[in-house]
């Protein structure tokens, strides 16, 4: 199921973190191509996303994501942040973070994808998996075999 | 003389689904995995099970508590899906630990009314 919409520049492991707002804008950046979308409208969506309640899990896991309109595909993407990465003030550090954008015209194509995300991430064997890979690479090799095992 | 009422029959291969949670803990995966399996809809009911009745109204079983489980049914999950999605459902439910799976039955349809509003 991943593996159609999985951006593989989008799967990393970034070690030191970025600080929020340059990892927002590089996620944005990678993904403006492939949704046809500005960078300027995914910033936006992000950010109004955040706005609206915590994107992050107590387990360390945040699903970082946005529907848009005029989206033309749907984009995954997953980093792996040992140091952590702080979104949001009620829930520790986020050091999986999931990002997703899609169109709001298919918002069950995106629950879907949020509910399969979760489904992977509520294991912690697989948050484990996760986090131990050492590069990108790696990382998107671990995630589409978590989510075959998943699927 | 009225007209006939809307029923419908179902598509063949539809069935009822009836899930049962049976803590909190064990909602969540189930939720998901129903969002996974690409059933869109469903009812969800607040529930209690036989158990928390006899524990927590039922006097004369006073004393048995210990030996009751401490929580059950939690809550009901009523929907209508077809064969391949129930599969698909009962495929990630039986990769969840034994204790947060949920109780699981299918029923055949005879008939439906007021789906898709």
């Known amino acids: ?151 | 003389m009225d007209s006939a009422p809307n029923i419908e029959r179902p598509a063949r291969d539809e069935r009822l689904l009836i899930l049962i949670a049976r803590t909190e803990e064990s909602f969540d995966p189930l939720v998901t995995a129903l969002l996974d399996a690409n059933i869109q809809g469903a009812t969800v009911l607040e529930s209690r099970g036989l158990g928390t009745i006899i524990r927590s109204e039922m006097p004369i079983f006073a004393g048995l508590a210990a030996l009751l489980p401490q929580s059950t049914g939690n809550r009901v999950v009523l929907s209508i899906a077809t064969r391949a999605q129930i599969d698909e459902l009962m495929r990630f439910l039986s990769q969840l630990p034994i204790e947060r799976r949920p109780i699981a039955v299918t029923l055949p349809l005879e008939t439906v009314m007021g789906l898709g509003l």
């Open chain 1, 1 to 151: 199921m991943l593996n159609e919409f999985l951006n593989p520049k989008l799967v990393q492991r970034l070690d030191p973190s970025p600080e929020i707002n340059a990892f927002i804008r590089s996620v944005c950046q990678e993904v403006s191509a492939d949704v046809g979308l500005a960078e300027t409208t995914l910033e936006q969506a992000f950010l109004a996303r955040m706005r609206s309640g915590a994107v992050s899990t107590p387990e360390g896991v945040a699903f970082l994501h946005a529907v848009v309109v005029g989206a033309k595909q749907t984009v995954v993407g997953c980093c792996v942040m040992p140091k952590g990465l702080l979104l949001d003030y009620t829930n520790p550090p986020a050091d999986i973070i999931f990002t997703l954008v899609g169109n709001s015209a298919t918002p069950w194509q995106h629950v879907r994808l949020l509910a399969r995300l979760s489904r992977i991430a509520s294991d912690a064997e697989t948050r484990k998996r996760l986090k131990s890979a050492a590069t990108g690479a790696d990382l998107l090799a671990a995630l589409l075999e978590e989510d075959k095992r998943h699927g």
